[in-house]
């Protein structure tokens, strides 16, 4: 699976984000880190353990490193769920963070897909583009 098959089977906006970035190399390594970003697992214990303020900040930054990534899916989500806990409505948030939880299962499916297979290069891997590269 190539960069752009990746960010259309998560529902995602590669040219808006290549776009930006301008560059392939730079969005693999962005769509890379991720996969290491914890600010999901945050918004879930904060939500468990009912820590809005907490819940909130995670929510807001998956929503911004969303957006910065072109995971257009995700991002709308995470973006509702954003607004949901700013106004205090914590019934709505627990509806929402289903679907947060759905789109973001399905955009790091996609992204591990898409690392399935590829060779690596000094331990680190590679997101196969369409030119091979």
């Known amino acids: 699976m190539t960069l752009q098959e990746c960010y259309k089977a998560m529902g995602a906006d590669y040219d808006d984000v290549l776009g930006r970035l301008r560059s392939e190399r730079l969005i693999q ?12 697992e945050l918004l879930c214990s904060s939500m468990e353990s009912g820590q ?14 969303c957006q910065n990534l072109g995971f ?5 989500s995470s973006s ?5 806990l700013r106004a205090g ?14 789109d ?17 290069r000094e331990h680190h891997p590679i997101i196969r583009t369409p030119s091979g590269k």
């Open 89 to 102: 409505n914590t019934d709505a948030a627990a509806g929402l963070l289903e679907q947060v939880k759905t």
């Open 29 to 40: 390594k962005f769509v890379l880190k991720f996969l290491d970003d914890h600010s999901f």
């Open 104 to 120: 973001h299962a399905e955009t790091v499916a996609a992204i591990r897909t898409t690392l399935a297979g590829t060779e690596t």
């Open 52 to 65: 809005w303020d907490e819940a909130f900040r995670a929510s807001h930054t998956l929503k911004g490193v």
């Open 80 to 84: 509702e769920l954003t607004e949901a």
């Open 72 to 76: 257009t899916r995700l991002g709308r």
